[in-house]
């Protein structure tokens, strides 16, 4: 097996119009099939994507011998059940962030992949693509000295009662959309787990979903994190990370697009804040979900761990519990 064959589970439109696409173009990785609960909308799917099969429901999609993993961006009610059914069914799964609804779902969840000696990733994208490898790399070289804090804010607008991130049922809400790619590259830059959680979250109150939440975190050492997140808001999204001798500012940090060079800001000496000395880090365009794809099925055919292991991301869910449940 020289690469591997990935079955969509739902038509949802990040997959239509981001992931698709770029498990396409990513290495060893083919697309060989993808499913709806409405064959009509499957098939029109697949030959909009050139896709070779097409499935009228789940249960057929993980039923595919020819199907060796699945890409799940089903709603994040759906990702617990959903994940086990595949897993069970003998295939690996990538499924879209969050992973679970809570961390005692995505615990289910990883021990459902390790009876089933099936590999489990959660899709946040982000973290392979080159301007954050850098960063990273940046941040455990001690380019900036000590890490001391870390600063994100992540944002849109939508107000769409009937929108899936809207409904409360279907574990919408800014946390869960987005605010955990701010709790996620918090853990990520400390490489650790935070020790102490305050949170302020403001909630729509017809629709019961949090719409402004801000958190505080506490890392071991002192080092400190802090964001908001919001689905009522200007879209904007920032990171500025901080160190005793110089901070990194991510230009784009999340919805990095695919087709245009990005950079990283890196401050350190001089006299700021006048005349601080900054160097740009240019990178060439670059897909993160192509990348991440690419990771996971490199994952499965060497036989290697996945990029991050599921513990991450359990471990990722209980710090989004701790902030709901506080607030």
């Known amino acids: 097996m ?25 290495d060893a990785c083919e697309v060989v099939a993808i499913a709806s609960r409405d064959a009509d909308r499957a098939a029109a799917a697949a030959a909009q994507l050139g896709i070779a099969t097409s499935h009228g429901s789940y249960e057929a999609l993980l039923a595919d011998d020819d199907v060796d993993a699945i890409y799940l961006p089903l709603p994040n009610d759906l990702h617990a059940t959903w994940t086990s059914r595949a897993l069970a069914a003998g295939k690996h799964v990538l499924c879209e962030k969050p992973l679970a609804l809570s961390a005692v ?36 070289d001690g380019e900036i000295g000590d890490l001391q804090a870390v600063q994100s804010w992540f944002s849109y607008f939508n107000d769409d009662p009937g929108n899936i991130r809207n409904r409360a049922e279907n574990g919408g809400g800014a946390m ?16 650790a787990e935070p020790t102490d959680i305050h949170a302020v979250v403001r909630r729509d109150p017809e629709l019961g979903i949090d719409t402004l939440s ?5 890392f071991p050492g002192g080092g400190q994190a802090s964001f ?12 500025h990370i901080v160190g005793t001798r110089g901070r990194i500012d991510i230009e784009i940090p999340f919805n990095i697009p695919p087709d245009r060079e990005t950079r990283i800001t890196v401050t350190a000496g001089g006299d700021p804040p006048v ?19 690419t990771a996971f099925a490199r994952a499965i055919l060497d ?13 990722n869910m209980r710090v989004i519990d701790t902030i709901l449940g506080a607030a």
């Open 214 to 218: 801000s958190a505080a975190l506490t």
């Open 275 to 293: 005349a601080p000395d900054t160097e740009v880090h240019t990178f060439a365009p670059a897909d993160a979900y192509a990348l991440q794809a």
């Open 105 to 140: 779902q995505a615990e289910a969840m990883a021990t459902a992949a390790a009876d089933a000696g099936r590999k489990l990733g959660e899709a946040f994208m982000y973290r392979h693509h080159p301007t954050w490898v850098e960063a990273v790399r940046l941040v455990r």
């Open 2 to 26: 020289d690469h591997v064959r990935w079955g969509i589970l739902s038509t949802a439109d990040i997959g239509i119009r981001k992931v698709i696409p770029a498990i396409q173009r990513a």
């Open 228 to 239: 908001t997140c919001s689905t009522r808001a200007e879209p904007d999204q920032r990171v």
């Open 303 to 315: 036989g290697t761990p996945t990029p991050a292991p599921i513990e991450d991301a359990i471990a």
């Open 176 to 191: 869960m959309d987005i605010g955990c790619y701010n709790v996620h590259l918090s853990r990520l830059l400390f490489a």
